[in-house]
């Protein structure tokens, strides 16, 4: 406690002196160690720049370290290649999982351009005390760190929030009210006579 109201005085007392008064009560990553920001900021950077978005960069990697090592990913999967990308099956990229030497491999392989893979993979780990010693899909949120909130979910890869998304009933009623409005309305016997007539 008495660290965290050290870390909160210092960044006050340095706003106050560069702006003038105290903002809100927050550190950020780049305040408690500047060196593990830059590296994930320059690997945000790599790989979006090369890939255009986190989840692309991440099935990529994985498909990398899976061609260049033959369905290492997940062993006792014998799935054939085309159903690795199917939702919810086993194999599929939301399943894959990268070790160190699986991420640092597929890095040099796509020519990501990170110096240190290594240490990139060791500050994305979700639960490192936990004994997690592989990349999932969750942990690229660790290089969102640093982004704008309203940036974050163009550069995972995701809709903005003000697209909207259906649900799959809103969807479907959807899809077929707008199959249905295509067709030919009759209003009385006649009209449906000279409709059965031209099919």
Partial sequence: K?????LVRDKAASQENSAGSAQEEAVTLEQLDPDAQAALNKARTA???RFGSLLVAWSALC???LDAHGKRLDEKNKNSEAKLDEPGRKGSS??????????SGACSR????LKNPAKVFRLMLGDPCQGQRSLVKHDLCALLIGVPVPDRAEVMGQPRPEEPVLDPKAYMRKATHDFHSQNIQAASLKDVKKA???R
Avoid: P, Y
């Avoid at 939301?94 to 991420?103: A, R």
């Avoid at 796509?110 to 351009?113: I, S």
């Fill in 2 to 6: 008495r660290l965290w109201q050290e």
């Fill in 94 to 103: 939301s399943t894959w999982k990268l070790d160190m030497e699986g991420f």
């Fill in 196 to 198: 059965l007539v031209l």
């Fill in 110 to 113: 796509l020519n990501v351009g």
């Fill in 47 to 49: 790989l979006v720049g």
């Fill in 63 to 65: 498909k990398s370290d």
